[in-house]
């Protein structure tokens, strides 16, 4: 059984940082490319940042350069989503997702499994 499963949000002030953690089971992790998407409230879910595990390619939508860092661990399955000078605009549902061989497309109906999301809140 896959799971992937988020954690480390939470509720930060402006300019604060924080992590996420996405821990992946039941599924051959060097096979997949993992990405982070959001959700805000009233609006559509958005890609944030996207890490090949294969060949550690990465990739970032314009909503994340410059401030977030998307990395991989190997020898635990995890991948992580490093936030940085957080804006209220970055409150919302966090989810990460896997593709098996995928590209960093963005395209939800590509991703196999989702976790079940998690909250970040960040205060003016």
């Known amino acids: 059984q896959v799971q992937l499963v988020e954690s480390g949000g939470g509720s930060v002030q402006t300019g604060g940082s924080l992590r996420l953690s996405c821990a992946a089971s039941?599924?051959?992790?060097?096979?997949?490319?993992i990405a982070w998407f959001r959700q805000a409230p009233g609006k559509e879910r958005e890609g944030v940042a996207c890490?090949?595990?294969?060949?550690?390619?990465?990739d970032y939508e314009n909503i994340a350069k410059g401030r977030f860092t998307i990395s991989s661990d190997v020898a635990t399955d995890t991948v992580y989503l490093r936030m940085k000078r957080l804006r209220p605009e970055d409150t919302g549902v966090y989810y990460c997702?896997?593709?098996?061989?995928?590209?960093?497309?963005?395209?939800?109906?590509?991703?196999?499994?989702w976790g079940q999301g998690i909250q970040v809140t960040v205060t003016a």
């Open positions: 039941g599924l051959h992790f060097g096979d997949y490319s």
């Open positions: 997702a896997a593709e098996e061989g995928g590209f960093c497309t963005y395209v939800e109906r590509r991703y196999d499994f």
């Open positions: 890490i090949n595990i294969g060949d550690g390619d990465k």
